[in-house]
Each structure stands twice: as structure tokens, then as C-alpha cells.
């Protein structure tokens, strides 16, 4: 509720540079508040990334506590998420950051809408360079094994960001903070955020997109610790 208003106040007085750094900063103390019940994290990035090109993020999906991690970890290059449209509305500071901050909203239901959203959504992302985030896998997988990946969505993003560094991502342990639903909360996760070697697109023709995609997946997947 109190960032609802900041980010209210920042896109009102400062623009998106000044929303971008709130949403940033909500991230940061929305992970504190989960230290209070035991949750800790470890993010990881060795890797050097071009400021001065677009990213795709792509990664594993486990719970709705994937999205903090990920925003600071990356917050440099101000994360974008594909999001379905029912969490534009309802949730205070979550849903006003999806509508006013550059993200996709889709319907899966209807997916004409899905596309041309998406296609809109990559667009954005090449003239400001920042950064997408994608989950292939399409919803959450609540016990940590993950779903095979769809690839309708990344290919969209190929096309519309062709300069792209593509980032392989592999999250650990976030399904066990919302294992028993939404409540009770589960206590004591080590929630592991890993991200691996960039890739250039450019480096990949479109004779080799599946050749990608399969590398992309295999990245991924194979750092997923399941216990």
C-alpha cells in the first residue's frame, strides 16, 4: 500500500526513470519482509552485460516470489514482464506497476490478443533498451519440476528484439514459500536466483533458432536442484 502511492508520486513528478527506480526499490523491500519468516536469498551474475543492448531474460517459474529477486538482480536494466491481464487490476503497487510500467498484459484465453500484445510489448523493449522477462513454461510449476517450455513467446521476441543478449535463468527453492497456497507461508527458504552465460541472438540465424531454444531450455532446467 505505501508503494502504491510512492510509484503514484514518482511517474507523476519524475516520469518512468523516476517509477522505474521505485518499482526497483519496492522489489528490495519486499525481500526484506520475507526475511522476516525466514526466507533468505543468493542471487548470482558473474557475467559482464552490455548496457547499450536490449535483454531477454528468460527463466524458470516457481511462485509469485520469483519477480523480486529477479527485478534487483537485473534492476539496471529495468525488468519487463509478460504477465496475464487478470493481475493488471487489484493488487496494490503489483498492478499499477504492470499498467504504468511497460509490461504485457495478455489473455490467454484469446491469443489474436496474446501476439499482438507481445509483438507491442518487444518493440518497447528494443527502443529503450531494457530488459524482457519471459517464463517459457507459461505458469508456475508448484513443486519445482519444470514444464516443458513454449516457445511462441520467445520466438515473438526474437524477432522484434534481433539485438538482443538472451539470459538464461535458474530459480531454486521459490516454490516452498507458497507450497501450502497463499497461506500458511512457507518459513525458511533459501531461494536461489542463477544467472548463466549470455547469448548473443545475433549469433544464432533463424535456421538455428531451435538449435537455441533447445540450449536455452537445457541451461535452465539442468541447474534445477529438486530435494
Known sequence: MIFHGIQWICLKLGGQKWHNRSVNWLQFTLMRCHNLLGTHYTLKNPHQLNPDQPLIIVSNHQSMNDISPLIWLFKKHYPKFI???ELGKGIPSISFNLRHGGAALIDRNDPKQAITEIINFAKRIHENTHAAVIFPEGTRSKNGVPRPFKIKGLNVLFKYIPNAQIVPVTINNSWKTTKYGKFPY?????????????????????????????????VITEHIVID
Open 83 to 85: 504477465s496475464k491481464k
Open 186 to 218: 512457507g518459513l525458511g527458504s533459501h531461494i536461489t536466483v542463477e544467472a548463466h552465460e549470455p547469448i548473443q541472438l545475433s549469433d544464432y540465424p533463424k535456421n538455428k533458432r531451435d538449435e537455441l531454444l533447445e540450449h536455452i531450455e537445457k
